[in-house]
């Protein structure tokens, strides 16, 4: 069963960087099987899509708040999904959740809990 796990989150200065990632402890490789996106919900909100990223990792989708400042990717040896985050914006604070799906835009299949990121201006 697929158990996703993110890290990476913390508290971080306006104009700041981090660099989140989701990987599966419940069973080796599984990540690799599938597309995968990052999501995030700051409280009071509704969840939102960040960014997506194809099997291959060929095909990459952000979304326009973010745009030219996170890069989704994935690294097939080590079986885990990045999001890197630069030029923070306190707007950025939110719970960031990695997802994976058959295929970029369907229905996710496992969700991780989630990781806290808080940017102080």
């Known amino acids: 069963q697929v158990q996703l796990v993110e890290s990476g989150g913390g508290l971080v200065q306006d104009g700041g960087s981090l660099r989140l990632l989701c990987t599966d402890v419940?069973?080796?490789?599984?990540?690799?099987?599938?597309?995968a996106a990052w999501f995030r919900q700051a409280p009071g909100k509704e969840r939102e899509f960040v960014a997506s990223?194809?099997?291959?990792?060929?095909?990459?989708n952000h979304a326009e708040s973010v745009k030219g400042r996170f890069a989704i990717s994935r690294d097939i040896a080590k079986n885990t999904v990045y999001l890197q985050m630069d030029s923070l914006k306190p707007e950025d604070t939110a719970k960031y959740y990695c997802?994976?799906?058959?295929?970029?835009?369907?229905?996710?299949?496992?969700w991780g809990q989630g990781t806290q990121v808080t940017v102080s201006s």
């Open positions: 990223i194809n099997l291959s990792g060929s095909i990459k």
């Open positions: 997802a994976l799906m058959e295929r970029v835009g369907s229905a996710p299949r496992a």
């Open positions: 419940g069973r080796t490789r599984s990540v690799n099987a599938y597309a």
